[in-house]
């Protein structure tokens, strides 16, 4: 794709995955919602627009190169634990999604009608390079689903790449196949939100459905080399019971198998479902427990202080590998190759020579990338 560095936000950008359909609207063919456009009409997600006048044939991308900011993080915050942990990632999103969420909790992003909202501009390059420049390991598309935005990822990732940069999907996994093999053939990590395991909770809570997420997971790790972790996260009441949790565990065991590292996330009280009181952390303990006992080696438990749910184990000694505060690693016994420094087992995920005294730690750096555009 490699679009010019010198396109802005003001020129059109021509999006992909669409195609006219015989009463002459224009369906998007990127997620199962398949949005039928009239001319100059915006699908769910707002920011896929088909176009006006000479492009009312075409599929335009109202968000290239716009962003809702940029932050450097830790890349455990993704959460991603076993992705080149203890380093930083230039994260950015834009704004919209193709979910309805009642429960999203970056419902002033995601939920964004309002383009001046997106105070950044930035080129692909110029994102690949301030990431080389602060030091960052990795990009992530985040905090409003990626997928929306694929062709900017896109080209953000191919950028990124020429660099020696990794990049990383924060997403929902909600993507029709075609679409989705473009963009994960850029992508080096993800992390999936599996927001439940029932239809009824997607359709009913999401506007979507459970299929295509669990499609997504099962193409990721049968056709790709993609590194990928997943987040629950747990509703009081909604999708914490303990015959969804085992039924979603032995899913992932017998299709994604066991080295899939699954984080439990902590809900608060956010959007349209603020009467739903915070999650408890026995809640949270409860699934990880359930999670082990199906078998899972990696799981984790977030939004809460829980050093052991936090903490990497050795799944074949059982040692603390990657001993974590919230943000903070505390200890790191991992050799560069992926093997406990203990007993010489391989450890799933990506790794590099690690300094603890290096270690990125629990900051959140803002960053302005609209000088470094001009």
Request: charged residues 25%.
């Amino acid at each position: 794709m490699n679009a010019p560095e010198s396109m802005t936000a003001d020129v059109p950008y021509i999006g992909r995955w669409w195609h006219l359909i015989e009463d002459g609207r224009l369906q998007c063919d990127l997620c199962p919602r398949d949005c039928r456009l009239h001319e100059g009409q915006r699908g769910l997600c707002f920011v896929r627009m088909r176009g006006e006048g000479e492009l009312r044939d075409q599929m335009v991308l109202t968000t290239y190169g716009r962003s809702s900011g940029f932050c450097v993080d830790p890349i455990e915050k993704k959460p991603l634990n076993q992705f080149y942990p203890g380093s930083s990632v230039l994260s950015f999103g834009t704004a919209g999604c193709n979910l309805a969420c009642k429960f999203c909790q970056n419902w002033d992003i995601s939920k964004s009608r309002e383009f001046d909202r997106l105070t950044d501009q930035a080129s692909p390059e110029t994102i690949a390079r301030a990431a080389a420049e602060l030091g960052c390991r990795s990009v992530a598309f985040t905090y409003n689903d990626p997928v929306i935005f694929a062709e900017y990822a896109m080209d953000v990732a191919d950028a990124c790449h020429e660099r020696d940069i990794r990049t990383v999907a924060v997403t929902a996994g909600y993507m029709h196949d075609q679409a989705r093999r473009e963009f994960y053939a850029k992508i080096d990590a993800a992390n999936v939100d599996l927001k439940a395991f029932t239809e009824d909770f997607y359709f009913k809570l999401t506007g979507a459905h459970l299929q295509p997420v669990l499609d997504t997971l099962i193409y990721l790790k049968r056709e790709t080399d993609v590194w990928f972790e997943i987040t629950t996260l747990l509703i009081p009441g909604h999708n914490d019971g303990d015959a969804e949790l085992q039924a979603e565990c032995r899913w992932i065991m017998a299709e994604l198998g066991g080295d899939v590292p699954l984080h439990f996330s902590a809900f608060h009280p956010d959007w349209k479902m603020t009467g739903v009181p915070p999650t408890p952390p026995e809640t949270l303990t409860r699934a990880r427990d359930i999670a082990m006992q199906a078998g899972l080696r990696y799981v984790y438990t977030g939004n809460v202080h829980d050093i052991e749910g936090g903490t990497t184990y050795c799944p074949h000694c059982r040692d603390e590998v990657i001993s974590r505060d919230w943000y903070r690693i505390l200890s790191y016994r991992i050799g560069e190759d992926g093997r406990c420094l203990g007993c010489g087992g391989a450890i799933a995920g990506r790794y590099q020579k690690f300094d603890l005294k290096k270690a990125f730690g629990p900051r959140r750096i803002p960053v302005r990338l609209a000088e470094l555009n001009r």
